[in-house]
């Protein structure tokens, strides 16, 4: 019995202490993302009225890359209170079946409009400004699309480009990126 108690402390110790939750639907949850009807425009007027970034986070079961990304990146005190304070954030399943309504109206299962919107790599970020001109499907729509598990580094970077308006500017994310992960470096 000692040895049980041994081994059972030893295996909670040994798990991350960072561990997200899964969903019933296998996805990583967080208390930041939100629960919504998947509308796009009301989703973004939602946003709009909280004074936050729209974010569409794609995830799939199983997916090893969006496991490292919430348990390595994502929870990072920067990360987390970006999420948390400045986006809205809703997350779509590469091969749901729930319904999505686009932006200029069409509604498709989640794995349809993931093929609509030409998502084919989990984690995908998609990230949209405070406007969306009528009639655009969200992949036109979008003001930048980040396919892949990025670290550190370039998600707050990116996360932070995004808060400022950099898309709207005339220094694309990786001169932006280059020029402020040089300046972290050098202690500035």
């Given at each position: 019995?000692?040895?049980?108690?041994?081994?059972?402390?030893?295996?909670?110790?040994?798990?991350?202490?960072?561990?997200?939750?899964?969903?019933?639907?296998?996805?990583?949850?967080?208390?930041?993302?939100?629960?919504?009807?998947?509308?796009?425009?009301?989703?973004?007027?939602?946003?709009?009225?909280?004074?936050?970034?729209?974010?569409?986070?794609?995830?799939?079961?199983?997916?090893?890359?969006?496991?490292?990304?919430?348990?390595?990146?994502?929870?990072?005190?920067?990360?987390?209170?970006?999420?948390?304070?400045?986006?809205?954030?809703?997350?779509?399943?590469?091969?749901?079946?729930?319904?999505?309504?686009?932006?200029?109206?069409?509604?498709?299962?989640?794995?349809?409009?993931?093929?609509?919107?030409?998502?084919?790599?989990t984690p995908t970020f998609m990230f949209f400004g405070a406007?969306?001109?009528?009639?655009?499907?969200?992949?036109?729509?979008?003001?930048?699309?980040?396919?892949?598990?990025?670290?550190?580094?370039?998600?707050?970077?990116?996360?932070?480009?995004?808060?400022?308006?950099?898309?709207?500017?005339?220094?694309?994310?990786?001169?932006?990126?280059?020029?402020?992960?040089?300046?972290?470096?050098?202690?500035?």
């Amino acid at each position: 019995m000692r040895f049980l108690i041994m081994f059972a402390t030893a295996f909670m110790l040994a798990l991350p202490a960072s561990a997200t939750q899964m969903g019933d639907d296998g996805l990583h949850k967080t208390p930041w993302m939100r629960e919504t009807f998947k509308d796009m425009a009301e989703d973004l007027a939602e946003a709009n009225s909280e004074g936050r970034k729209l974010l569409i986070i794609w995830e799939q079961r199983g997916c090893i890359y969006c496991t490292k990304l919430h348990e390595d990146v994502l929870p990072r005190p920067e990360i987390d209170a970006m999420l948390s304070d400045e986006y809205f954030v809703v997350q779509l399943n590469l091969f749901g079946d729930v319904e999505v309504t686009d932006f200029d109206g069409e509604v498709l299962s989640e794995r349809d409009m993931a093929m609509k919107w030409g998502i084919i790599f989990t984690p995908t970020f998609m990230f949209f400004g405070a406007e969306v001109e009528q009639g655009l499907s969200a992949k036109d729509a979008a003001v930048a699309t980040m396919p892949g598990a990025f670290g550190f580094h370039t998600t707050k970077n990116l996360l932070r480009w995004i808060l400022d308006d950099g898309y709207l500017g005339d220094e694309n994310f990786q001169k932006y990126h280059a020029r402020v992960f040089a300046a972290e470096q050098k202690g500035g």
